[in-house]
């Protein structure tokens, strides 16, 4: 079965705290990875993505993610996050090989940021 | 950036009525999706729709709904009729092409059948 995992529900950290959320993938062959974040309410709101080059990789407001083909995997990251990071976090694999693949979200990890 | 907007934020319907949630893209992209969320779950795939055509579509895209993008208006999810478990935000999303194009979201339409 192709899955994204992310096996943190809930992370909660104080306010100038370094962070990291989990992102876990199954897929095989090329494959287009990002990160959304969704505050209570609203809508996605696209972070960062990896496709091919540097394994590390920026995004807006800091955050960053490392993607790793031995693990299957492409945490985010932030140094020192901000009350305002509090949100619902969505990591996504876009299987290649097709330009209609569609995204496969995880289940979201809710970040809580205590000021 | 960038927005994919929906129209309108909230609906509520009877069940067995119909409802149509309308999107409007990204001016120049040529993908287009329907995802859904339930209340506190992920976001599931419901459809695709390129070139005036369903390309591929998820267990979840049921034979009550459709979707269409007449002459490049709206693009629109109908849901005919409904039921209490279409209860839930349906999501909009566009892509300009290819598989490492980021994929843009709009707000949501929170749809509450009753």
């Known amino acids: 079965t192709q899955t994204v995992s992310q096996s943190d529900a809930h992370v909660t950290v104080f306010e100038g705290d370094s962070v990291e959320l989990r992102c876990n993938y199954s897929y095989g062959g090329s494959i287009y990875l990002s990160w959304y974040i969704q505050h209570h309410g609203h809508g996605l709101q696209f972070l960062l993505k990896y496709y091919s080059g540097n394994p590390v990789v920026q995004g807006v407001n800091g955050f960053e993610a490392e993607f790793s083909k031995s693990d299957s995997s492409f945490h985010l990251r932030k140094a020192s996050v901000h009350w305002s990071d509090s949100a619902v976090y969505f990591c996504a694999v876009r299987v290649g090989g097709s330009a209609l693949g569609r995204l496969h979200f995880g289940a979201g990890t809710q970040l809580i940021v205590i000021p | 950036g960038p927005k994919v907007l929906q129209i309108p934020s909230h609906q509520i319907i009877d069940m067995g009525q119909m409802v149509t949630l309308n999107c409007d893209p990204v001016?120049?992209?040529?993908?287009f999706y329907w995802y859904k969320q339930i209340l506190g779950q992920q976001m599931e795939f419901l459809v695709n729709f390129y070139n005036g055509k369903v390309m591929e579509k998820s267990k979840l895209f049921k034979d009550q709904f459709s979707v269409e993008r007449p002459d490049g208006s709206y693009f629109t999810l109908k849901i005919q009729p409904t039921a209490l478990e279409d209860s839930a935000v349906y999501f909009c999303?566009?892509?300009?092409?290819?598989?490492?194009?980021?994929?843009?979201f709009g707000k949501g339409t929170r749809l509450t059948v009753v």
């Open positions: 999303a566009s892509s300009l092409a290819g598989q490492n194009t980021e994929v843009f």
């Open positions: 001016s120049n992209h040529l993908y």
